[in-house]
């Protein structure tokens, strides 16, 4: 039995581990932190649980795809609700709730701008064929050689995929109104670039957002990653928690053995017929391989364009808040002005736009009785400098200040846990190169073949899986990628 080591326990690496022992591999799972999930952890402090990470639950179709590829369903490991709102917007002197149902979407629509209704039926056609192309063919291709877009039916559709307009002129075609103009732009935001840069093609994004729906898993996000985790030990996955990787050792350009600490002990050999970076890539390249090993340049790295950090913040309060919504966005200032101090002059931003995540309006299971769990996070660019305590609590009294009034409730007095998370905790914690959250921009120039390779360019048997390469950054993503990855070392070795 071929073995198969996997580095790092996030949704990709976990995916491909479970694709791998499905296959017939020995398969073991190396972990640094002391569960799986990477990204999706959770942790829980006086009564609150939290989810440290993803917190949309978005595309349902591509998580009930993956477990029936296993003969599966979501519903043997988690329920699902559907959310209604969708979500709220707050904008400078106004808000909107997105209704789920379709049609009272459009009614909301030609409320705001006459003859939208009809507009978003057309912008609703188009994004629904490039979700069906994108998410179902395009997302799958492992994007090793330009040959494998030699597909008439890719080909045909080329135009239509709208891969050389931008998102801002796509969108602009459409719509007039600055409230809807944000409200289709706000899904690539995390995609990492301004809509101005990115390929029209994510208006895939908005299909999902307004056909497929907003859910949430109950009892949390983290019960994709535990569901996920049960599934591989249920094919036969090992799991090495609290493991950190210290190298991939190599002999004639084949990685033979992972060598990492663990515990109980300073070093620890993993044997290996085929080795997969599901941590971070460039940690991976640049602190487990030797120099003649690697595929990439650190200066290739450093002209990658990041998709942002964050910042966050996990606050538990004493009392429940009237009317809040499960998700809301607040575009209360200059969308195009914090979007710039992101992408193109990166800083600290002068008035972030932020995001507001309530768990407990829908899941008492999260929070103490009569009290309110609530996630914030400010969208900041990679790798920022003067990420300390001070700076943290600016922001965070910057935003609770807008919070509180748009709401028309006191938070603060309320506030009986709170903990912060940023650029050197993602760092610390994941490995992540420039502290990113997102991984790379998903702009034109940093799509499919042009993104980090899967597969090494100079050890013949190491692989890899995640935000870092194909097919992107995304939970839903994240799944695909370790079935891509997996279909390709297989094509190899099988």
């Not at 490991?77 to 904008?91: A, D, F, G, T």
């Not at 966005?329 to 101090?341: A, I, P, R, S, W």
């Not at 090494?456 to 994240?478: A, D, M």
């Amino acid at each position: 039995m071929k073995k198969l080591v996997v580095i790092g326990s996030g949704f990709a690496g976990m995916s491909a581990a479970t694709f791998m022992a499905k296959a017939g591999w020995d398969v073991t799972v190396l972990e640094k932190n002391n569960m799986p999930g990477g990204r999706g952890r959770k942790f829980s402090s006086d009564g609150f649980l939290f989810d440290m990470g993803p917190s949309w639950y978005w595309m349902p179709d591509v998580f009930e795809r993956y477990f029936n590829l296993f003969g599966k369903k979501v519903s043997d490991y988690y329920e699902l609700i559907r959310l209604n709102p969708s979500y709220r917007v707050y904008y400078n002197n106004d808000k909107l709730d997105i209704p789920a149902d379709y049609n009272e979407l459009k009614n909301l629509f030609e409320s705001i701008e006459p003859g939208s209704a009809k507009q978003l039926d057309l912008f609703m056609d188009e994004a629904h064929y490039k979700y069906q192309v994108g998410i179902h063919k395009l997302v799958h291709k492992p994007g090793r050689s330009v040959t494998e877009f030699l597909d008439m039916d890719l080909a045909k559709g080329l135009f239509k995929l709208d891969v050389f307009t931008s998102m801002k002129k796509h969108v602009g075609k459409y719509f007039k109104n600055p409230k809807l103009v944000q409200l289709m732009e706000f899904p690539v935001l995390f995609l990492g670039a301004l809509p101005a840069d990115i390929p029209a093609l994510y208006s895939l994004m908005n299909y999902a957002d307004i056909k497929l729906g907003t859910w949430y898993p109950k009892g949390g996000m983290y019960n994709i990653a535990n569901a996920m985790y049960q599934l591989a030990l249920e094919q036969g996955v090992k799991f090495h928690f609290n493991t950190n990787v210290k190298k991939i050792n190599t002999v004639n350009a084949v990685a033979n053995k992972v060598i990492a600490s663990t515990a109980d002990s300073e070093f620890t050999e993993f044997e290996a017929d085929v080795v997969i970076g599901g941590a971070d890539y460039h940690f991976v390249e640049t602190q487990l391989l030797e120099k003649n090993n690697r595929s990439y340049t650190e200066e290739y790295w450093n002209q990658r364009v990041m998709a942002p950090s964050c910042l966050l913040f996990y606050v538990g309060l004493n009392k429940k808040l009237t009317g809040v919504k499960h998700h809301t966005l607040f575009f209360d200032v200059d969308f195009d002005q914090h979007g710039k101090e992101i992408y193109q002059n990166p800083q600290w931003p002068s008035e972030p736009l932020f995001y507001v995540s309530a768990t407990s309006v829908t899941d008492d299971s999260v929070a103490p009785a009569n009290c309110e769990n609530l996630f914030f996070l400010i969208p900041i660019a990679a790798d920022l400098k003067g990420d300390d305590e001070s700076t943290r609590e600016k922001y965070f009294e910057k935003i609770l200040l807008r919070y509180e009034k748009s709401i028309g409730q006191s938070v603060k007095d309320s506030i009986i846990y709170k903990k912060s998370y940023c650029v050197s905790d993602f760092k610390e914690d994941y490995n992540a190169f420039k502290g990113n959250a997102y991984g790379l921009a998903n702009t034109l120039m940093q799509t499919s073949i042009l993104k980090p390779s899967l597969k090494s360019k100079k050890v013949k048997n190491l692989f890899y899986t995640g935000q870092l390469t194909v097919p992107g950054p995304g939970v839903p993503p994240s799944l695909i990628s370790g079935e891509v990855v997996s279909k390709e070392i297989l094509k190899q070795y099988n």
